[in-house]
């Protein structure tokens, strides 16, 4: 059915519309009151490469496949447009574009945060945005926003100029003890404040997508920044619960409840979000190369189908002394560390390869887990794991072996879009109140551990050894 045209007893059923704007995926869920999704619709996301190291997003490619998905998701799932109670933004974070505040047109294109261009960066920006910016900044005509602010301004169409505090707090120039943008930073860079959106609740009614876009005016009740929508989504709502995102790259959250623990080697403070007085707070971790890894293998045909790496990985009873190093996004702790395969042999086959890069991903969860363990001083509860790489059931098995812990898997591991689906909803009334999001979730699968710790121990340390060889390259 086209998405405009009317359904018989449009007004009565009402549905949630969720947008996930990720790194290599914009999608987009229609959700039932069960939490059910009831239509569906994905773009890949196209990056540009202009330099190397540099990466860069067309604004209006990404707004085309924005409006794109949502309207394709609407209407497979049979429904009318004015059926939708709601719409809520999952967005990349720290990816981000100044655009003029009167004509909405952009100075450059969105800088993603995977873009590695770093001091470059501070000059770029002093000589290149600055110089387009400033005159604009002088007349309070500039606009600073990471991907929900600039999609909120399109939707609007000039009417709402806003943040949310989860997506604030990933900038870096958000600070989060104060709950404010950081003027001193502001002045080491040469930004000026008056460049920064409001910041809003992450819950909340931002107002209407233009009629014109979609037809009818769809209110937009809910702004999240991804990894914290996940951790929504998984309804870890209470200190201790713990969220593993695996996709792109891989994130630990922990909800660390009205607590906020200062930065500290490879772990940082976040807002997680922010619904009326309550302030929720997580520390993160994050690992990089781990989707990518998985893509890249399968570009060069180690495998066919990533179904099929689980099965590879066991078909051999270990990667024989096979051991991969993770490198191809610069390093926070060494900028010169080498993507690598070691210990290869005559008898090396692409299954001791595949089981390789598997075991990379979960020896990184059982690094990340241990710092988190010591660096955190909360009782760590339940675990949850989402994202693609999730449904391996090798890396889920191996790291629940690692850390010494369950691991749930849920049915649906998109769980960034059903994040903010549930926020959405809130704020909408179309759900009541967190208990009634926990029994919307739906569990698949529970790892638990299998094998003692020792049992991996020389894997791990010829991993680790291998790590060292290829530092400072």
């Known amino acids: 059915m086209p998405c405009g045209q009317q359904e018989s007893g449009a007004g009565t059923a009402r549905y949630v ?46 707004w085309s ?32 574009i100044t655009w003029h505040k009167r004509t909405g047109k952009p100075f450059h294109n969105f800088i993603s945060w995977q873009d590695v261009r770093s001091a470059e960066l501070v000059n770029s920006w002093n000589k290149s945005l600055l110089l387009k910016a400033e005159e604009a900044a002088r007349r309070n005509n500039c606009c600073f926003g990471t991907v929900d602010t600039w999609l909120l301004y399109r939707l ?59 037809g009818v005016p769809i209110p937009i009740m809910a702004v999240v920044a991804d990894q914290q929508s996940a951790m929504f989504g998984e309804c870890c709502f209470h200190p201790g619960d713990v969220k593993l995102t695996m996709g792109t790259g891989g994130f630990w959250n922990v909800n660390t409840g009205e607590h906020l623990f200062a930065s500290r080697r490879g772990l940082y ?31 060069i045909n180690l495998f066919t189908n990533v179904d099929e790496t689980a099965k590879m990985a066991r078909s051999v009873v270990d990667s024989q002394g096979v051991c991969f190093v993770p490198g191809f996004q610069v390093s926070v702790n060494d900028p010169y560390l080498c993507a690598s395969f070691m210990g290869l042999k005559p008898s090396t086959t692409r299954n001791h390869l595949v089981r390789a890069i598997l075991e990379s991903v979960a020896f990184r969860n059982k690094q990340l887990y241990d710092m988190i363990v010591k660096k955190i001083r909360i009782p760590l509860q339940t675990i949850r794991a989402d994202g693609g790489v999730s449904n391996n059931s090798f890396v889920m098995q191996m790291t629940s072996d690692l850390i010494n812990k369950k ?54 340390d010829t991993w680790l050894q291998a790590m060292k060889c290829s530092l400072h390259w």
């Open 17 to 62: 519309v969720a947008v996930d704007v990720g790194s290599t995926v914009v999608k987009c869920h229609v959700y039932d009151r069960a939490a059910a999704v009831r239509g569906s619709s994905s773009r890949k996301v196209e990056s540009l490469y202009p330099r190397p190291g540099w990466v860069e997003l067309d604004p209006e490619v990404l």
């Open 65 to 96: 496949q924005f409006v794109g998905v949502v309207k394709e998701a609407v209407q497979a799932a049979g429904l009318h447009m004015r059926q939708v109670a709601g719409l809520g933004i999952s967005t990349q974070r720290a990816t981000f």
């Open 156 to 214: 609007t169409k000039g009417s709402v100029y806003a943040t949310d505090y989860s997506n604030a707090s990933a900038t870096g120039v958000f600070e989060p003890f104060t709950k404010c943008w950081n003027p001193t930073l502001c002045n080491l860079l040469s930004i000026p404040m008056s460049i920064y959106p409001p910041v809003k609740d992450t819950s909340f009614n931002f107002g209407s997508a233009d009629s014109e876009i979609f």
């Open 269 to 299: 403070p976040l807002i997680g979000w922010k619904i009326g007085e309550e302030v929720v707070y997580l520390t993160e971790g994050c690992i990089s190369d781990i989707g990518t890894t998985i893509k890249w293998a399968q570009d």
């Open 407 to 460: 691991i749930e898997k849920p049915v649906n591991a998109d769980m960034s879009s059903l994040g903010a689906a549930f926020l959405a909803g809130l704020a909408s009334g179309f759900w009541t109140d967190k208990e009634q999001l926990k029994k919307l979730r739906r569990i698949e699968v529970v790892f638990e551990p299998q094998k003692d710790l020792e049992e991996y121990k020389p894997a791990m």
